[in-house]
């Protein structure tokens, strides 16, 4: 089941079976409509609730939303009101008088893009600020590099954890303190087929959605773990499905996510820390934006990355490589590690 079968189905009910409905940001096409009904609802609700507890948290202790810009509506600013929240948006002008707020605020947890968290840890350690009280960060929507965890977590004195979720079910996925990421809904039957995530909703009779294809490709394993949720856990989570591949020429491929191996190993061994994307300009041709200069300089992290590949994929072929230190705020919405130009 598509994303356009949902949208199809959700078009060709008369009626409306819930009082309640949320809406995709349409970051691989058109936002996607989900309704709910108040148990449906509840359900999700009491999956979250149950991934905080198991972490010293509770819904409606004061949270940091590290997100876009927050809406300027009156509905908005009572919801936020009554969930305890503030939004933060560190990026643009004015991002730094913005983490200075933050930090001000004294959350108790952060929660947002990993990228925006990353950003606002960043400013915080260049202005010297030291956050204090914050229990835990939690990063969500996009992949989060260990050597990036190991960052934020030193800035604001927390642990850092990865959420995998969407609209559609809220939280899939939550990451217990021994670093695992546990299927933690028991509403939702998670299945890996052909590189591709699929999803059941058992209970669900607002919309009937059965092996729905979230758009992710993830890779499952049984963990040793009983902490939280299940002991089926997402042993690797590599993205987008649309941004999968990287072509040395037409007939030879490699999974992308090896770019993100690279920078962290690269990260951990050298203590930068930089947010990156990866754009493929050509066959064999890549260009490497990353946000402040290598602290060995370029050269030696363009070496680094070409002799990484070169080993790791066993590459004879010629490749090129371009770095580029460019320090793009960022952009509303989902950062993408990786962007498929041919």
């Given amino acids: 089941m598509s994303k356009a079968d949902l949208r199809a189905m959700s078009a060709a009910s008369s009626t409306v079976a819930s009082g309640f409905s949320r809406h995709t940001a349409g ?21 979250r609730a149950y991934c905080y507890n198991k972490h010293g948290l509770k819904l409606g202790q004061r949270e940091a939303r590290v997100w876009g810009r927050a ?23 004015g991002a730094e008088e913005t983490v200075e707020k933050l930090v001000k605020w004294s959350p108790e947890y952060l929660y ?29 929507a996009e992949s989060i590099l260990p050597a990036q965890k190991k960052f934020i977590a030193e800035v604001f004195g927390a642990p850092v954890f990865e959420e995998y979720g969407s609209t559609e079910f809220d939280v899939i996925a939550f990451e217990c303190s ?30 009937s959605i059965v092996r729905y294809q979230l758009g ?8 040793d773990c009983s902490e939280l949720g299940s002991m089926c856990s997402i042993e690797e989570l590599r993205g987008r499905t649309a941004q999968q591949f990287a072509y040395i020429n037409p007939e030879q491929k490699f999974h992308a996510v090896v770019f993100g191996r690279a920078l962290n190993t690269y990260m951990e061994r050298t203590g930068d820390c930089f947010k990156f994307t990866v754009s493929q300009i050509d066959y064999g041709e890549f260009e490497i934006c990353i946000s402040i200069d290598p602290i060995l300089g370029q050269e030696d992290f363009n070496s680094f990355l070409k002799d990484y590949l070169k080993c790791s994929l066993s590459l004879r072929e010629e490749f090129i490589i371009k770095v580029v230190v460019r320090e793009d705020r960022a952009a509303e919405g989902k950062h993408t590690y990786f962007i498929q130009s041919l």
Avoid at 31 to 45: C, D, G, K
Avoid at 121 to 139: D, F, N, S, T, Y
């Fill in 27 to 47: 970051t691989t096409g058109e936002p996607t409509h989900i309704s709910l009904s108040r148990t449906e609802l509840a359900q999700m609700l009491a999956v």
């Fill in 112 to 140: 947002g893009y990993t990228s925006l968290i990353l950003e606002a840890a960043q400013i915080a350690q260049k202005k010297g600020l030291k956050p204090r009280g914050v229990k835990a960060v939690i990063c969500t």
């Fill in 178 to 207: 021994r670093g695992h990421l546990h299927l933690v809904n028991p509403w939702l039957w998670v299945e890996e087929e052909e590189d591709t995530v699929l999803i059941t909703d058992v209970s669900r009779k607002s919309q």
């Fill in 216 to 223: 992710d490709s993830v890779s499952l394993a049984k963990a």
């Fill in 71 to 93: 809406a300027n509506s009156l509905t908005a600013k009572i919801r936020d009101f009554l969930l305890n929240r503030k939004v933060f948006y560190p990026a643009e002008d």
